[in-house]
């Protein structure tokens, strides 16, 4: 007859082979590297001193990219990022009514909707005050 341990190893093995390649690696999003520099933001980039309820353009480049982006904002110099602008055109720049709270370590970061993994963040802080 036939060996049960045999059979269950066989299917054991077999389990493994089935497994689509890459299931390790899902929640993994490395923003750190790949993709960084294909979007460059203009503004605001560090520095800046914008002004809550003042109207500022958030402006970037993104060379041979298309579709849309979205635009994110931190207030902790880059650790949690809120989004501000669900999706705009990644053309270039859009408007944005600035909101509080107030903050010395701002920063932008725009994001390619279809590969999130190409994005850029503004190179240093900026302040937003009241």
Known sequence: GVNPLIGLAGLGMFGMMMRPPGMGNMGNRNRQTQGLG?????????????????????????????????????????????????????????????SGPITKNARIRVASVSNNNIYGVSASDFTISD
């Open 38 to 98: 294909k979007i460059k933001i203009v503004a605001a980039n560090g520095g800046e001193n914008w002004k809550i309820g003042s109207t500022q353009t958030i402006s970037w480049t993104a060379n041979g990219l298309s579709g849309d982006a979205t635009i994110e904002l931190a207030r902790d110099g880059g650790k949690i990022w809120d989004t501000i602008v669900d999706s705009t055109p990644i053309t270039g720049s859009k408007t944005w009514e600035v």
